[in-house]
């Protein structure tokens, strides 16, 4: 069934179950779902040619809200975060050729756009039905990935790709019901986003979202402990803000805690899983472009995890998917040696925005489409995917090809920090170094190099440590690894 028939139904069979939690205020199926209404009510009336739609994000009800009335409408919307450089917005705008956007707070200048104020608009929902289109072609949302260059890339995902990922994720087989509380930490520009408010509201679930305001860790452990969270999707990050106080922390009501976006490190799980004593648990994996994400691997326990340099594994395909890794002449390597991971399926972008971009990422084999993740990868004895590190991590110094997920790997088994970045560092006389940041304020160079001598060669020992608490963090909750490297130049 079309999701969005599935969040039609919901409304109708739950109107006084709470859809939303938004700043501790709650929103029933009913209540929600007559500003949905209201704002599908005017677009459609005074704003049906416009088939690309602006959202101006704030963490407010308006905001989740024209978010379903746009897909209820067939149209694709795009999420404009106020707080972005107004350089980066233009560029948005302009790349997708937006001509308006709706706001339910604040409203700001950017370049050829008219604003539409949601905030005050109401109707009766019982007209509400889900669109009939071409799910195979039009486009659900675009969302903006850094790019390369500078200039932000475009992500199409279809309502067939997004279909795809419902259906996908229905069929792993996870036990939910109308009774069940979400978890929604991310930023509405990333794409994990989509599942923490999509998948609750196909089922008649709430959705409780957390402040974007004071520090993000705490809010989201707040969030977690006073809602009793039944379902939750992070990223790992914030496993390693939270350490410090693991002994103090026991939420039995997390039934399932999936982990995305970034590595998931083994030795910070293990410690984890005995604050969540019930909960199935899962590293799940998927870049922007294959719609959310699209391998899981389930961990059973603390023993049983399987593991490359310390980074949890991303295991197997999920429904309609495939997952092929790859030499660089773009043949299939034999499992148990590394290339890059690539993806094929129906949760698989057509292509980006920019068509230079799409020929540079995707590639034919077989009569079957892949896109290249960039990910080092291998497959294996038991199928399961490794993930090794980036492609663009593997860097040269002295000649010698280094992966810099090897160094951090012993840097976090040696000092014990959760939250160690290794990078290559151009010196001024041209050469590349190693150099490592930790995150906290205890500074001890010199045991920690004569520990990591009897572990690594020469040529992979970092010629500087830095340490800095904090390590800044990215709208996500993910760590800034940009930022970082700026703050240590």
Excluded at 203 to 226: H, M, P, R, W
Excluded at 409 to 422: C, D, E, I, Y
Aim: hydrophobic share 40%.
């Amino acid at each position: 069934m079309f999701f969005l028939n599935k969040i039609v139904d919901a409304l109708r069979a739950h109107p006084n179950r709470n859809a939303f939690c938004i700043r501790n205020t709650f929103y029933s199926y009913q209540d929600f779902f007559s500003r949905v209404a209201g704002i599908y009510t005017e677009v459609s009336e005074h704003y049906n040619t416009e088939t690309r739609i602006g959202v101006l994000l704030n963490d407010d009800v308006e905001t989740y809200a024209s978010l379903i009335a746009i897909l209820l409408l067939g149209k694709t919307y795009i999420p404009i975060h106020p707080h972005h450089p107004a350089e980066r917005i233009n560029q948005v705008i302009k790349q997708s050729g937006l001509r308006l956007i709706l706001s339910g707070k604040e409203q700001q200048l950017y370049d050829n756009v008219r604003y539409f104020d949601v905030s005050s608009l109401t109707a009766d929902p019982v007209s509400l039905s889900a669109p009939t289109i071409s799910i195979k072609d039009d486009n659900a949302y675009i969302l903006f990935t850094s790019g390369s260059t500078g200039i932000p890339k475009g992500v199409p995902i279809t309502y067939f790709n997004l279909d795809s990922f419902i259906d996908a994720f229905i069929s792993l087989g996870y036990e939910m019901s109308e009774e069940d509380r979400f978890l929604q930490m991310f930023d509405l520009t990333f794409d994990l986003s989509v599942m923490s408010y999509l998948a609750p509201l196909c089922i008649g679930a709430c959705v409780y979202t957390v402040s974007d305001s004071g520090v993000k860790f705490t809010n989201i452990y707040g969030v977690l402990e006073q809602y009793e969270i039944s379902f939750a999707l992070m990223v790992p990050s914030i496993l390693s803000h939270l350490r410090p106080y693991f002994n103090e922390i026991a939420l039995p009501a997390l039934k399932y805690c999936l982990f995305c976006g970034e590595a998931l490190y083994s030795e910070i799980i293990s410690e984890w899983l005995s604050c969540i004593p019930n909960a199935t648990v899962e590293n799940v994996y998927g870049p922007t472009e294959a719609t959310i994400f699209c391998l899981t691997y389930n961990i059973k326990s603390k023993e049983e995890i399987v593991d490359w340099n310390g980074i949890v594994a991303i295991g197997k395909p999920m429904k309609n998917m495939e997952a092929i890794v790859i030499d660089d002449n773009f043949q299939i390597v034999a499992d148990g040696s590394q290339g890059e991971l690539c993806l094929f399926g129906s949760q698989l972008t057509q292509g980006y925005l920019n068509a230079e971009k799409t020929k540079e990422a995707f590639f034919i084999l077989n009569d079957k489409r892949y896109y290249r993740t960039g990910d080092i990868s291998y497959v294996n004895n038991e199928g399961n995917f490794i993930y090794c590190g980036r492609v663009d991590n593997q860097v040269k110094v002295q000649g010698f090809r280094i992966e810099l997920s090897e160094i951090e790997f012993h840097l976090r088994k040696l000092t014990g920090f959760s939250n160690v970045v290794a990078f290559a560092v151009t010196t001024a006389t041209g050469l590349s170094q190693i150099e490592a940041v930790f995150d906290t304020t205890i500074q001890e160079t010199g045991e920690i190099i004569e520990a990591l001598k009897t572990k690594l060669p020469s040529y992979m020992i970092p010629s500087k440590m830095h340490f800095i608490s904090p390590f800044p963090l990215n709208t996500n909750g993910k760590t800034d690894r940009k930022e970082l490297k700026k703050l240590i130049n």
